[in-house]
């Protein structure tokens, strides 16, 4: 423990940034008693006593388009945390995921000397591969939250961290269904589908409608369907509530803000957006089917640049198709519902061998990410210049 009035600064643009962002806060708090915390934070990063100078959802955009229409707002924001950082000097300035938005931010903070961690490395194995050479320039330090980023660190000779990722410590190898339906104030014998649209307002946009259409086939199949929808803020709730209230679907449909977690744990599948999202519903061991569709632009150009052969998270972890990934045009209700039909209404052998395969990969991210990335930061909070 030190008495050092530690100063950090810390930006995440998302609600899966927050969380990692809020167990590193937490651990360091724990070694710098009076350290102070600013930036761009969400709601569990600010309940840790971190001061947020905008909204994080400021940040909360995705695609190579879609950014271009708040490129003006996103610049101004950025210029903006540059000038308070530069008259107000922290210790060390953390970017947690959001490298477009960060990376810049970081490479005119270590100029001025100021240390600089990214926390969630970009996909650099998966798509514009020469990012890591502005990475090594904007750093002291990367995070990564996956095994197999460190050895494209490691080959550049570039200061990497595998520190695992906060959730595989907080989610039991073996969740307990039965709790988490109690916990809802669900019963035992329904059947329970979770429906994850996005924590973005585009995102629900684009994929709610077609994911209640797809609920909407599996009820001819299933009469008994319960359909619960995790929102991650008042927002989002307020954008599922008002397109339920407009279409009056005939569907049993809980919205909760909230309790992602319990509701995964609690369905019996999930249907939901690509992103940290799936990795979730991975370590809470449930089968699923995820989808995206991007701006037709951005999906064009992706086509083109992105190496990887998967997307959707479990897949690059286990380097094979666990999953169903839809894209684009395929993300139609008829493809969706008949993939997860057998998902919802059987729990035969391949489902078995699916969950073990969970709890492999859960294993290897089970590191005490909070802890570790604390003391990465602290290590080079310290090391003398």
């Not at 008259?87 to 240390?115: C, R, T, Y």
Request: aromatic share 6%; net charge positive.
């Amino acid at each position: 423990m030190s008495e050092k009035a530690l100063k950090v600064g810390i930006i995440v643009g998302e609600a899966s940034g927050d969380i990692l962002a809020a167990g590193l806060i937490k651990q360091l708090k724990k070694r710098y008693p009076n350290a102070t915390f600013e930036g761009i934070a969400g709601p569990k990063m600010q309940a840790q006593g971190c001061h947020s100078l905008f909204d994080m959802e400021e940040l909360s955009v995705m695609g190579l388009v879609e950014v271009l229409s708040r490129i003006r707002r996103l610049l101004f924001v950025r210029k903006s945390m540059l000038n308070h950082f530069l008259a107000n000097p922290p210790d060390v300035f953390i970017g947690v995921d959001a490298p477009d938005f960060n990376l810049g931010l970081e490479l005119k903070l270590k100029k001025q000397g100021i240390k600089t961690v990214q926390y969630v490395s970009p996909t650099v194995w998966a798509w514009r591969e020469k990012r890591i050479f502005k990475i090594a320039k904007a750093t002291n330090l990367v995070l990564s939250i996956f095994p197999f980023e460190k050895q494209v660190y490691d080959k550049h000779h570039i200061p990497c961290e595998f520190v695992g990722h906060t959730m595989a410590d907080d989610i039991a190898i073996k969740p307990d269904k039965q709790k988490a339906r109690h916990a809802l104030k669900l019963k035992e014998n329904e059947i329970i589908l979770a429906v994850l649209p996005g924590s973005r307002k585009r995102e629900v946009d684009t994929l709610l409608d077609v994911f209640i259409q797809s609920c909407l086939l599996l009820k001819s199949d299933i009469a008994e369907l319960k359909v619960l929808i995790p929102v991650v803020n008042r927002q989002r709730k307020e954008q599922v509530d008002e397109y339920i209230q407009t279409h009056t679907p005939d569907l049993s449909i809980q919205v909760v803000i909230g309790h992602a977690r319990d509701v995964m744990i609690a369905s019996d599948a999930v249907l939901l957006a690509s992103g940290t999202a799936t990795l979730e519903a991975m370590l809470c061991k449930k089968n699923m089917v995820t989808a995206y569709k991007l701006n037709g632009l951005t999906y064009q150009m992706m086509k083109w640049l992105y190496k990887a052969k998967y997307f959707a998270l479990p897949n690059v972890l286990a380097d094979e198709k666990l999953i169903p990934e839809l894209l684009q045009n395929d993300v139609t209700p008829e493809t969706i519902s008949k993939l997860l039909l057998p998902m919802l209404t059987s729990q035969n052998g391949e489902q078995q061998a699916l969950i073990a395969k969970f709890e492999t990969l859960h294993g290897s991210l089970k590191k005490d990410a909070d802890v570790q990335s604390a003391s990465a930061v602290a290590n080079l909070i310290e090391q003398q210049p």
